[in-house]
């Protein structure tokens, strides 16, 4: 721990805070991104991995909960391992699909395969991505109305 007081710890733990947050909003965005594109260069189901991203988040974050419990240096030494061993991953392995798309993309004479703008708007009459928007515009204020309230009744 840091043997620092007053102003200057307050200071690191909001630029910290600041730093940390940014880099994971940007990480994430970007790891879906690529997911997304992915997806459709490799013809996988896009909701399906991020239905498996999802509960294997949850089953991580209940491992680091009992992790956390004996000792959180535990967390950071598994983290840390995990992202050297994807780092590891990213930088060696090349899938056989990828390679051969990296050859297709190479040609130039090949098809494109970017969405046109027509069907980029043509998702907007989908239904059920309406749906989806409400439910979550509604549901998210409970969230928010929880957080709320618990930390009303901590200040009092």
Not at 18 to 31: E, K, Q, R
Not at 98 to 119: G, H, M, R, V
């Amino acid at each position: 721990m840091i043997n620092a007081g007053g102003v200057t710890r307050w200071a690191g733990a909001l630029i910290g805070s600041i730093v940390l947050s940014a880099g994971f909003m940007a990480a994430c965005s970007l790891s879906e991104a690529v997911t997304e594109r992915y997806s459709r260069k490799f013809n996988f189901e896009y909701g399906q991995s991020r239905a498996w991203g999802s509960f294997s988040y949850a089953i991580v974050a209940l491992c680091a909960d009992f992790l956390f419990n004996i000792s959180p240096m535990i967390n950071f030494w598994i983290g840390t391992a995990c992202g050297v061993g994807m780092l590891l991953i990213y930088l060696f392995w090349v899938p056989a699909e990828q390679k051969e798309e990296l050859k297709k993309e190479a040609d130039p004479n090949a098809e494109k395969t970017n969405p046109s703008f027509k069907e980029m708007v043509g998702v907007l009459k989908m239904p059920t991505l309406w749906v989806l928007i409400v439910f979550m515009l509604l549901t998210n204020t409970f969230y928010t109305d929880k957080q709320l309230r618990q930390m009303e009744a901590a200040k009092a």
